[in-house]
C-alpha cells in the first residue's frame, strides 16, 4: 500500500483532488495535511472523512520540525503539495503570508522528502502544484508555454515562481524526483469565495455591488477544477520526472463577458427578470498590477499523457452556480466572521 501526502487538501483544488485519490486509489492511503486557515474548510470534504483510506492532519508546512516528524513517521511514497495562499489581492495587503508558506513552507517538505528519500528515489514523486501566472502578463498576442521565461508581477505568482524554481533545484542539484504543472484559473464547486466567480455568485444572490477591477478588460482562461484534479492524477502517475506541463482550459474570457453571462445564468436561476443581477455592476479601483492576459498551452499534457478538458465552459458555470445555490449552508458558514472584515478592508472601507 503506497501512503501519499497530499497538502492543503482542505482547500479548493485540494478537496477535489484529495476526493479523487480516495475513490480512485483504495488500495493507497491518503493523508491530508492541511493548516486550515481561512481558505481550508473541512466541510470540503465530509462525504470521504469516514473511508478507511483517508486520514486527515492537521498542521503547518511552515513549521519545519513538525514536517519532518510527520515525514519520519509516515515514510510517504509521493507528495502532491498544494497547500499554498493562493489569493492575489491578499498578497498585495499582506505579502509576507506568502512568503512564508509558499517559499519557506515548500522548502521544508523539500528538505524532508530529500531527507527521507535519498537513499533510493526509485518509485518516489514530489509534485508540485503551480500557477500559470509565474509566466507573467501577455498583451493581446501570445500564449504560455512551458518555455516561456517566469516574469511575474504579484507578490502572490512571485511566490509561486520563487517555489517552482526551488523545486527544480532539488531535482537538478539533488536528484529530486520531481515533476511540476501550472495551471490556468480554476472555477467549480467549494472555491471560497474571495474569487471572481463564487464571490460574484454569492453577491448576485444577496443584491450587492458586483466591483469589476478597472474596465473588466482583463483576460483569463478559465478551467473546471474537476478536470484539473484529473490532469493532476495523470501527471502524478504518468508525467516525466524533472519535466513541467501547462494545464488550461483553451478558454479565454474577458471579465466583463464572463460577469455578463454569469449575471444572465443568475438571472435565469433566480427567476428574476432578464438584466436585473447586471445592474449590480460597479467598476472600481483597479488592482494594482493587474495582469492584462493570461492564456495556456496545454498541447504537451494533452500530445503526451492523453489529457483534455471534459467540459464546456457555459456548461461548467451553469453547474457552478447551481452548487452554490444548493450549498447555502455551506456558503453561509464560509462567509461569516472573518470574511466580513476581509471584505470591507477589500471592498468597503477603500
Ligand atoms: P486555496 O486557497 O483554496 O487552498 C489552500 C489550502 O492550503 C487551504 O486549505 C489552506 O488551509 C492550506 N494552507 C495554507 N497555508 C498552509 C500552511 N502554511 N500549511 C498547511 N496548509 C496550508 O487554494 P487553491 O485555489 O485550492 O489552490 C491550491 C494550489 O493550486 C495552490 O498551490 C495554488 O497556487 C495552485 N493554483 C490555483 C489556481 C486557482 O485558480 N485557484 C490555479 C492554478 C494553480
Ligand atoms: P481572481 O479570481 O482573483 O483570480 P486571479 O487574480 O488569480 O486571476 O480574479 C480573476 C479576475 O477577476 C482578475 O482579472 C481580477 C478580477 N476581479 C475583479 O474584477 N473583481 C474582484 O472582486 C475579483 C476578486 C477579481
Known amino acids: ?38 481558505a481550508g474548510n473541512l466541510e470540503n470534504l465530509k462525504d470521504i472523512e469516514d473511508k478507511p483510506n483517508y486520514e486527515f492532519v492537521k498542521g503547518d508546512i511552515v513549521d519545519g520540525k513538525f514536517i519532518q516528524d510527520l ?24 505579502p509576507m503570508e506568502f512568503i ?49 521565461p517566469y516574469n511575474p508581477h504579484s507578490p502572490y505568482s512571485a511566490s509561486k515562481a520563487s517555489s517552482d524554481h526551488l523545486v527544480r533545484a532539488y531535482h537538478d542539484t539533488f536528484g529530486l ?9 480554476n472555477y467549480g464547486s467549494f472555491q471560497f469565495p474571495e474569487k471572481l466567480i463564487p464571490l460574484f455568485i454569492n453577491n448576485i444572490k444577496n443584491n450587492k455591488p458586483l466591483p469589476v477591477y478597472g474596465e473588466g478588460i482583463n483576460i483569463r482562461d478559465w478551467l473546471f477544477v474537476e478536470d484539473h484534479a484529473k490532469a493532476i492524477d495523470l501527471i502524478f502517475h504518468k508525467g516525466e520526472t524533472g519535466e513541467t506541463y501547462n494545464i ?62 471534459s467540459l464546456d465552459f457555459e456548461e461548467g458555470l451553469e453547474k457552478t452556480v447551481d452548487w452554490y445555490l444548493e450549498n447555502e449552508e455551506w456558503l453561509n458558514n464560509v462567509t461569516f466572521g472573518d ?12
Request: glycine share 8%; hydrophobic share 35%; net charge positive.
Open 71 to 94: 515525514f519520519s513517521k509516515y515514510n510517504f511514497d509521493g507528495v502532491i503539495h498544494l497547500a499554498a495562499e493562493s489569493h492575489v489581492d491578499r498578497s498585495i495587503s499582506n
Open 177 to 185: 524526483p520531481i515533476v511540476i504543472s501550472n495551471c490556468s484559473n
Open 100 to 148: 512564508y508558506t509558499n517559499i519557506v513552507g515548500t522548502v521544508n517538505l523539500l528538505n524532508a522528502v530529500n531527507f527521507i528519500w535519498k537513499k533510493d528515489y526509485k518509485g518516489k514523486k514530489f509534485y508540485h502544484i503551480s500557477t500559470d501566472e509565474v509566466y507573467g502578463s501577455l498583451g493581446k498576442e501570445g500564449i504560455f508555454t512551458e518555455d516561456t
Open 1 to 38: 500500500m503506497k501512503t501519499i501526502l497530499i497538502t492543503g487538501g482542505a482547500g479548493f483544488i485540494g478537496s477535489h483532488v484529495v476526493r479523487l485519490f480516495v475513490n480512485n486509489y483504495p488500495d493507497y492511503k491518503i493523508v491530508n495535511l492541511d493548516k486550515l486557515t481561512y
Open 248 to 309: 488550461g482550459g483553451n478558454n479565454e474570457w474577458k471579465n466583463i463577458d464572463l460577469i455578463r453571462k454569469l449575471c444572465e445564468i443568475m438571472d435565469d436561476k433566480l427567476g428574476r427578470e432578464k438584466g436585473t443581477s447586471a445592474k449590480l455592476i460597479t467598476f472600481v479601483k483597479d488592482r494594482a498590477g493587474h495582469d492584462l492576459r493570461y492564456a495556456i498551452d496545454s498541447s504537451k499534457l494533452q500530445n503526451e499523457l492523453g489529457w483534455k478538458p
Open 339 to 350: 470574511y466580513q472584515k476581509y471584505y470591507n478592508e477589500q471592498y468597503v472601507k477603500r
